[in-house]
Structure formats: structure tokens, C-alpha cells
């Protein structure tokens, strides 16, 4: 075999995968249909098309996924948007409603010293998480975020809500209805390995404000190393 003719040969070999790459790529047109559940606004439309991501609808997405505590604006991640089209399209939803977007590290430090389970790293912090609701579809759509391995899936179900985001792989569940009871009876906390379970210790009478604040931000650490891995 000549030079020249092994070379076309290898390069022919070379486009190959690239073909069969962009016959797997996601629909060229993607539309979502939200409901802000703070503000009261929608977006209803496209956001990619086969040039990409839409930057008029991206604008539109960051204003309506903004900080509703203070107002603030940033560019939201469009994989998590992705994620979440994606998600709906597998459960046959067309519609769903966002409880939380972007935050600023102000808000999310509000938010970690009165809500149980804030990561002190959220993703939210860098627009690249989202919190909704979906109906009774909701569990479903747990589901199936979590088989698709595209980022962190939290489970809220007393609260009727789940997480996602573009962060690395991880899942975890907070029934907040337990956690609450905790926070009154548990006398101690052990902290397992990085990915073991929490283990607590049930005790007798009810913790004094200091001791109940000292195991709040004992168990958000926890959470915010759970959500790492």
C-alpha cells in the first residue's frame, strides 16, 4: 500500500466517530415551559436551536431564574436547563414549576441558618441548580434524574420537591418531617466517612438552643460533604 492511499485511509477512519457523534445529539430545537413559584411569571419558548443556545431566551431564563430574595441576576447554566428538558421529556411533562434558581452568598447564608440541609457550596451559588415541583409526576422524574447520572439529584419529599444540577454525580434524600424531630430529640451526632450514613443518637429530653444550633450546622456539614461525591 502507497503512502498517499493509507493516509486518505486514515483520515476516512478518523471523520467516523465524529459521524456517529452527531447522529446522538439532542433535538436542535429545545422549548421549556416554567412557572416562577415566588414571582408569579412564566416563560414559555425555545431556548436552543441547532446554533445553540439562544441568547435573547438565555437572557429572558437568567432574569426569570434570578435571586428572587434580592433581585440579583447571573447567567444560568444552560446544561442544567438541558437536564431539566430532558427530564420532562422522559416522564411526558410539559410543564414545570421553580421554587429555587440562582442564589447569591447571601441569600444562601440566609437560607443555611434557617433551612435545614443548605450546602454551604450549592450549586445554586453558580447557576447551575434548580429546585422545582411537577405534580405527580414528581417522583417519577426523581427517577428518572437519577438514571440519567448528569449531575446531583436531592429528594425533598415532605417538602414535595427535587434538586438538580450540572455538579458531579451524587443522589440524596431529606424527608425534613424526620429532621425536624431530630433537631429536638438526637443527643449525639457521629459523622461517617464520606460516604457513609449519618448515625444518631437518641437521648433524653429536649436540646437547649445552643445544642440544637450546634447539631443543625453538624448535619448541614454533612450534607454539604454528601453533596461533594
Not at 111 to 123: I, K, M, P
Not at 151 to 171: E, L
Request: aromatic letters at 8%; hydrophobic letters at 40%.
Amino acid at each position: 500500500m502507497n503512502r498517499r492511499k493509507f493516509l486518505s485511509l486514515a483520515a476516512g477512519l478518523t471523520v467516523w466517530p465524529l459521524s456517529v457523534h452527531a447522529v446522538t445529539r439532542p433535538p436542535a430545537l429545545r422549548r421549556l415551559r416554567l412557572k416562577n413559584a415566588h414571582t408569579g411569571e412564566t416563560f414559555d419558548g425555545p431556548y436552543r436551536d441547532e446554533s445553540g443556545p439562544i441568547e435573547g431566551a438565555m437572557d429572558d431564563l437568567s432574569l426569570f431564574l434570578r435571586d428572587h430574595h434580592c433581585g440579583a441576576v447571573t447567567h444560568m447554566d444552560v446544561g442544567v436547563l438541558d437536564f431539566l428538558a430532558d427530564v420532562l421529556d422522559a416522564v411526558h411533562e410539559t410543564d414545570a414549576t421553580i421554587l429555587s434558581a440562582y442564589r447569591t452568598p447571601e441569600t444562601n447564608a440566609m437560607l443555611a441558618r434557617t433551612h435545614f440541609g443548605v450546602a454551604e457550596n450549592s450549586q445554586h451559588l453558580y447557576g447551575r441548580a434548580l429546585d422545582l415541583f411537577l405534580g405527580a409526576k414528581l417522583a417519577d422524574a426523581m427517577t428518572t434524574a437519577r438514571e440519567m447520572r448528569r449531575g446531583g439529584v436531592g429528594w425533598y419529599p415532605h417538602s414535595s420537591f427535587i434538586h438538580i444540577d450540572t455538579g458531579p454525580v451524587r443522589n440524596w434524600t431529606l424527608d425534613e418531617t424526620g429532621l425536624d424531630r431530630l433537631l429536638f430529640d438526637a443527643r449525639q451526632v457521629i459523622l461517617g466517612g464520606d460516604h457513609s450514613p449519618l448515625v444518631l443518637r437518641g437521648g433524653h429530653g429536649p436540646l437547649s438552643v445552643g445544642q440544637r444550633l450546634a447539631l443543625h450546622r453538624q448535619l448541614a456539614h454533612a450534607e454539604f460533604l454528601a453533596r461533594r461525591y
